[in-house]
């Protein structure tokens, strides 16, 4: 069965400065993967999409993400995190049989001044 | 823009009250979905459905029923509402056409504000 980690719970990065933010997937072949934001008390905003071709994806907003099949991880990145951006973050992953999404538990990304 | 819209935002019910969640999409999508959201869980799927009158169940189906009889409206049914089913529920919908790389084209799984339910 596909599942999908993200290791940390909360991080808390200074204004400015650059965001990783780790995802590690379990799936038996290629996966689709995504990265969602979800703003407090809002719904989830799509940042980017990984189906095949170039493993570095870019998205929405200055965020990238790349696609490491060998460590079966998809980190999103970015290179300097604005006060806006405090909020929290799936990662998803999804069979090509289907639309079902599976869901990490999600990593809460909290910018200080 | 797509938009899916779910019509109640905060909702608060009594234990063994039925209660419907509605759900509707305006971009014609095949596939339609309901989740919910806890802390620490992250979003775990409830049921959903790829056509009219169709539908399939996802991880935590119990004590939740479906009804799709239009394509752009899904509902979620608590039977009778327990405690344990205070959460945040989330609607989302895709269209199974389209494999565009472009972050709006299909496939592309879009999702409503959430629809928060207090069960007391």
């Known amino acids: 069965a596909q599942s999908v980690t993200q290791p940390d719970i909360h991080i808390t990065v200074s204004e400015g400065a650059s965001l990783e933010l780790r995802c590690n997937y379990s799936y038996g072949a290629t996966p689709y993967l995504f990265w969602y934001v979800q703003s407090p008390g809002q719904g989830l905003q799509l940042l980017l999409k990984?189906?095949?071709?170039?493993?570095l994806v870019q998205g929405i907003k200055g965020f990238e993400a790349e696609f490491k099949r060998s460590q079966s991880s998809f980190n999103l990145r970015k290179p300097s995190v604005h006060w806006s951006d405090a909020a929290e973050y799936f990662c998803?992953?999804?069979?090509?049989?289907?639309?079902?999404?599976?869901f990490g538990t999600g990593t809460r990304l909290l910018v200080s001044p | 823009d797509v938009k899916v819209t779910q019509s109640s935002r905060y909702l608060v019910k009594r234990t063994g009250e039925k209660v419907f969640l509605e759900c509707v999409q305006d971009m014609d999508h095949e596939n339609m979905f309901w989740y919910r959201q806890d802390p620490g869980l992250g979003l775990r799927l409830i049921y959903f459905?790829?056509?009219?009158?169709?539908?399939e169940k996802g991880d935590i189906p119990e004590g939740y029923s479906v009804s799709r009889e239009k394509k752009e409206r899904f509902s979620l049914i608590l039977e009778s509402a327990s405690t344990n089913q205070t959460s945040m529920y989330l609607c989302?919908?895709?269209?199974?056409?389209?494999?565009?790389?472009?972050?709006?084209?299909?496939?592309?799984?879009?999702f409503g504000e959430g629809s928060w339910l207090t069960v007391v």
């Open positions: 998803a992953v999804r069979n090509t049989g289907f639309q079902k999404l599976v």
């Open positions: 989302a919908s895709s269209s199974t056409s389209g494999q565009g790389y472009n972050i709006d084209s299909g496939n592309t799984i879009y």
């Open positions: 990984y189906f095949s071709g170039d493993t």
């Open positions: 459905s790829y056509d009219v009158k169709m539908k």
